[in-house]
């Protein structure tokens, strides 16, 4: 059973940053890594996501402000997040899809919460 868990979630006012990590229990040498929000009454939304040949994909909504990385040996993606604003407000899933067979993974996700 593939486990994803998420970390680093919590509340930061606007202008603010946070930096957001996910452990996987399993090699993501194979795996898209990426990030999903999802805001109340809202769908999920793709923020950012980065392959093993590095290409890099962003939401435009984020580009520019949040940066993704991944450390394969360490099985873990991270998303730094600044210049953070209100509508950022959602709970952040990781998300690892096996470029092998194109399964999706998810974590349970984090809350981020953008206030003064």
């Known amino acids: 059973q593939v486990q994803l868990v998420e970390s680093g979630g919590g509340l930061v006012q606007p202008g603010g940053s946070l930096r957001l990590s996910c452990v996987a229990s399993?090699?993501?040498?194979?795996?898209?890594m990426g990030w999903y929000r999802q805001a109340p009454g809202k769908q999920r939304e793709l923020v950012a996501n980065?392959?093993?040949?590095?290409?890099?994909y962003y939401a435009d909504f984020v580009r520019g402000r949040f940066t993704i990385s991944r450390d394969n040996a360490k099985n873990t993606t991270t998303l730094q997040m600044n210049s953070l604003e209100p509508e950022d407000a959602a709970i952040y899933y990781c998300?690892?899809?096996?470029?092998?067979?194109?399964?999706?993974?998810w974590g349970r996700g984090t809350q981020v919460t953008v206030s003064s």
């Open positions: 399993i090699s993501i040498f194979d795996y898209v």
């Open positions: 998300n690892a899809i096996s470029i092998i067979d194109k399964y999706h993974y």
């Open positions: 980065l392959k093993p040949d590095s290409t890099m």
